[in-house]
């Protein structure tokens, strides 16, 4: 990691990730590691720390954590909440920090991909009529494409927010 410039570092970020639903925990981790620990990821990709992550937040390294690529690697396998004497819940912090990089527009370009997917046919991939031919030889049903689906649903979740 390079050097943390002080005057480039936002103090109102943990703050704002500790206002977002789920991202309370943030305060109450004392850097125990025990999250790291436990995570799956890490053990596949070094760059991934949950501990590290919750520090860069907690010194207000909002540019550093928001437009970085591996706060999109939680696997939200819950095995952090499990051993976390602090009760920092961070899966749902890590959720929180990443509903606040969509809102700055920090998304990497698959979950773009991925949401220009889902609106097109309510899947992530498309099923053309070569998938169902294939499909109906195997003797099972037809697959049809259900976009408004997903725009009922990404509606309900807005309206709950």
């Known amino acids: 990691m390079s050097r943390i410039r002080l005057n480039t570092l936002d103090p109102s970020f943990k703050h704002r990730v500790a206002q977002q639903r789920g991202g309370e925990g943030i305060r109450a981790c004392f850097g125990c590691k025990a999250c790291t620990a436990a ?3 890490e053990v596949v990709e070094k760059r991934y720390d949950p501990r590290k992550i919750i520090r860069m937040a907690l010194l207000g390294m909002k540019k550093e954590v928001l437009e970085s690529d591996f706060i999109w690697l939680c696997s939200s396998c819950y095995g952090c909440h499990e051993v976390c004497p602090q009760n920092v819940r961070f899966t749902e912090v890590m959720f929180a920090i990443k509903n606040l990089a969509v809102a700055e527009a920090c998304v ?3 979950l773009t991909g991925q949401k220009t ?8 991939y498309e ?12 003797g099972l049903p037809r697959i049809v494409e259900h976009p408004e689906d997903y725009e009922r649903l990404l509606h309900s979740r807005e309206t709950e927010s």
């Open 39 to 41: 995570c799956p990821i």
């Open 108 to 110: 990497p370009p698959g």
């Open 117 to 124: 997917l889902l609106k097109a046919h309510g899947r992530l």
């Open 127 to 138: 099923v053309t009529d070569f998938e169902n031919e294939k499909r109906e030889k195997l």
